[in-house]
Nanobody, 123 residues
Framework: VQLQASGGGLVQAGDSLRLSCAAS????????MGWFRQAPGKERELVAA????????SYADSVKGRFTISRDNAKKTVYLQMNSLKPEDTAVYSC?????????????????WGQGTQVTVSS
């Protein structure tokens, strides 16, 4: 499984960004997907996760109501729509895949990781 994240950039507080993660895998539907982030000096944390169908999602409390995770199984892509961005959202964002039919919030459950994309939010 190969994952390619894109869409990061430098924005101002209050702006929006949409991250994409394209998967190179035959059976994308077999994987739950997650977005994680890591800020300098901090541990990696879950941002959002979604099950194989898109019917179940989970979010970090800090992004609830601002971020939306979604997926397009036909395009083998998962998205993270980020609205009302704050400086504390600044981090490297990575996507990951978990070969499972439920949503996990545990980093250790995700077997495959893409490279990160930098998101920087200026105040």
């Amino acid at each position: 499984v190969q994952l390619q994240a894109s869409g990061g950039g430098l924005v101002q507080a209050g702006d929006s960004l949409r991250l994409s993660c394209a998967a190179s895998v035959r059976t994308f539907r077999a994987y739950a997907m997650g977005w994680f982030r890591q800020a300098p000096g901090k541990e990696r944390e879950l941002v959002a996760a979604i099950n194989w169908s898109g019917g179940v999602t989970s979010y970090a409390d800090s992004v609830k109501g601002r971020f939306t995770i979604s997926r397009d199984n036909a395009k083998k892509t998962v998205y993270l729509q980020m609205n009302s961005l704050k400086p504390e959202d600044t981090a490297v964002y990575s996507c990951a895949a978990d070969y499972n039919d439920y949503v996990s919030r545990r980093i250790g459950d995700y077997e495959y990781w893409g490279q990160g994309t930098q998101v920087t939010v200026s105040s």
